[in-house]
């Protein structure tokens, strides 16, 4: 078994090691014996979404995902038809802001790719912290660190996870990211999936369920370090609450 990872525009959206996660699903693939291809697409390039089993959307400061937008526009159909047919798709903070009707930032309106029917709006409070959400989905809690100027409003959509510790979508709607069909998008960074293997694990049963079909059981890893690193952040957040 294969599966083609592609990271769009590496050059613009990719804050705070989000391509960190991609090295994690590589590795969890390889320590299976499944081989990971990964496809960088700088912005500008071609993209043939049909030979892609996953992807990468990260986060990138107001200016870059402006710039992002204006790429994403050429390929914006074939992306959006690709997510909504059951793509697997990781976008974070600023590529998960764009996967919305749009962005509203102090100056500017973002026009976003309208793959969720959901929009984000900037406020002047930043909002910067590690961040933990329960979800009913994963053993663990889901960890991470969140950075962003924007609100995002989710309307029906199920989010990613409850807020525990940190703001989330709003700062006051008690929910974090979405979580529809194949498609988790969220504002963690960190970079999300070293430190949430279930998450990982998540994405890559779902590409490999896609592209084979059939019962797919991802072999169990140890995980040792990864747990630690997530128990240190829920533990931490919990004494600071
Ligand atoms: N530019 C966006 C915001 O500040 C996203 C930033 C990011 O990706 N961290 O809301």
Redesign the pocket.
């Known amino acids: 078994m294969k599966l083609t990872i592609g990271h769009l525009y590496p050059d613009l959206?990719n804050?705070?090691g989000d391509r960190g996660n991609i090295c994690c699903m590589k590795k969890r693939l390889e320590w299976r014996g499944i081989e990971a291809e990964v496809l960088p697409f700088a912005s500008g390039s071609q993209i043939d979404f049909d030979s892609l089993d996953l992807i990468l959307l990260?986060?990138?400061?107001?200016r870059?995902?402006a710039l992002a937008c204006e790429y994403l526009k050429e390929t914006g159909q074939a992306f959006k038809d690709w997510a909504l047919t059951g793509g697997v798709l990781l976008a974070?903070?600023?590529?998960?802001?764009l996967l919305g009707n749009y962005?509203q930032?102090a100056s500017t309106k973002i026009e976003g790719l309208g793959i969720l029917d959901i929009y984000?709006e900037?406020s002047p409070k930043?909002l910067v912290s590690n961040i933990v959400l329960d979800s009913t989905l994963f053993k663990h809690p889901i960890v991470g660190f969140?950075?962003?100027?924007?609100r995002t409003y989710i309307n029906d959509y199920p989010p990613l996870g409850k807020v525990r510790f940190g703001s989330g979508n709003t700062d006051s709607s008690g929910y974090e990211g979405v979580l529809y069909q194949n498609i988790v998008a969220t504002?963690l960074?960190g970079p999300l999936l070293p430190k949430n293997p279930e998450i990982c694990d998540y994405l890559l049963t779902r590409a490999l369920k896609r592209k084979y079909g059939g019962n797919i059981e991802l072999d169990t890893l140890s995980d040792e370090l990864e747990h630690t690193a997530n128990d240190y952040i829920t533990q931490l957040c919990k004494s600071i609450s």
């Open positions: 959206l804050l705070y990260g986060g990138g400061s107001d870059e995902q974070v903070c600023g590529g998960y802001q962005y930032t984000t900037w930043r969140e950075n962003h100027g924007g504002y960074h």
